[in-house]
């Protein structure tokens, strides 16, 4: 897809992937998939192959946790693990941390550096897809590409 089609938040978060030494290649699907279930039936992935970015409050900051599609993150034992108490966090607080609309947030690309926890189970696949900021855009990675571009930290989250 040209990057002058992409929508302006979608080439933040290429110029982003670029910077952190990725391709920066982002896909612009046809319409939005708005389940895990939908994103992989349209990649042609298995489910645990798509990459959840989820906002959460540990304590009272919020962080990002990178989650299988294939898994929900059990708040009791992450935030344990975390040595805090794990909670959703809300909608508005979201889009305000990532500069992002909820269905697209992507791992990167923020207008603040969230702490970020990568999901070991994407590490069972050889490429992993992730939101690209947009709800009708995706980019392809791996689990350890996207630890490095993320600085983010292994976790088991079940």
């Not at 909670?87 to 992507?106: C, F, K, N, S, Y």
């Amino acid at each position: 897809m040209r990057r002058s089609t992409l929508p302006p938040i979608a080439c933040r978060v290429a110029d982003t992937l670029i910077a952190r030494g990725h391709h920066g290649v982002i896909v612009t699907q046809p319409a939005p998939t708005p389940t895990v279930a939908d994103a992989a039936r349209t990649l042609g992935v298995e489910v645990g192959a798509i990459t959840s970015s989820v906002v959460f409050l540990l304590d009272e900051d919020p962080v990002l946790l990178l989650v299988s599609g294939a898994h929900e993150v059990d708040l009791e034992s992450t935030g344990k693990r975390l040595e805090g108490t794990l909670t959703h966090a809300p909608a508005d607080m979201i889009r305000e941390v990532t500069g992002q609309p909820l269905g697209g947030v992507a791992p990167v690309g923020h207008p603040t550096n969230l702490p970020t926890w990568v999901d070991t189970a994407l590490s069972n696949h050889r490429e992993v897809w992730a939101a690209g900021g947009h709800p009708n855009t995706v980019f392809r990675t791996s689990f350890h590409e996207l630890v490095r571009i993320t600085a983010g930290l292994p976790i088991d989250v079940d």
